[in-house]
């Protein structure tokens, strides 16, 4: 299986961390009742586009070997074409520090009123979205958030469920 430029990937984290992020998660805006998923990237030429400490930009690949990963695909982002909206994107967010104190206003459920230039993993991936008309606004989206989109939407497709080098799963 390989993955295309624009696909996205959710990060099913099992550290203390990513417990951690799942609890607050489950709190707010939802749909299904748990929540999994803890991290969220675009996979970019040269790896993944991802805002994490200590700066939002391009990481390799392989950084998820062997962790719980789950890819998801769009048919518009390549019907439109990736490139330009994915430079538009990289422009706006690559550099930035990563955003920790955002997490404060995530777990009082005011991250989507509260906010500057740089986002966390989620709303980067969601200012991609919303860049193609995907989703209707972008501060304040969680990794559950964007999860709970990617299975109730007909448009989005799993083309990967499984640990990370392990392309035989799904």
């Not at 990617?150 to 083309?159: D, G, I, K, R």
């Amino acid at each position: 299986m390989e993955f295309q430029e624009g696909d996205i990937l959710l990060l099913r984290g099992q550290t203390r961390l990513g417990k951690l992020i799942n609890w607050f998660q489950s709190f707010w805006d939802n749909r299904d009742g748990a929540s999994t998923c803890t991290h969220a990237a675009i996979i970019s030429p040269g790896g993944v586009f991802e805002a994490e400490w200590p700066r939002t930009g391009v990481s390799p690949l392989s950084k998820y070997d062997g962790s719980l990963i789950e890819i998801w695909r769009c048919a518009r982002i390549k019907e439109v074409g990736f490139a330009p909206n994915f430079w538009k994107l990289y422009s706006e967010q690559a550099g930035w520090i990563f955003p920790v104190w955002r997490w404060a206003f995530f777990a009082v459920n005011l991250a989507r009123y509260v906010h500057w230039k740089a986002g966390v993993c989620s709303e980067v991936v969601t200012r991609f979205l919303y860049l193609y008309d995907l989703v209707g606004g972008w501060w304040g989206w969680d990794v559950d958030m964007l999860a709970d989109h990617f299975h109730t939407s007909p448009e989005w497709t799993m083309v990967y469920a499984g640990k990370g080098r392990d392309r035989n799963a799904v």
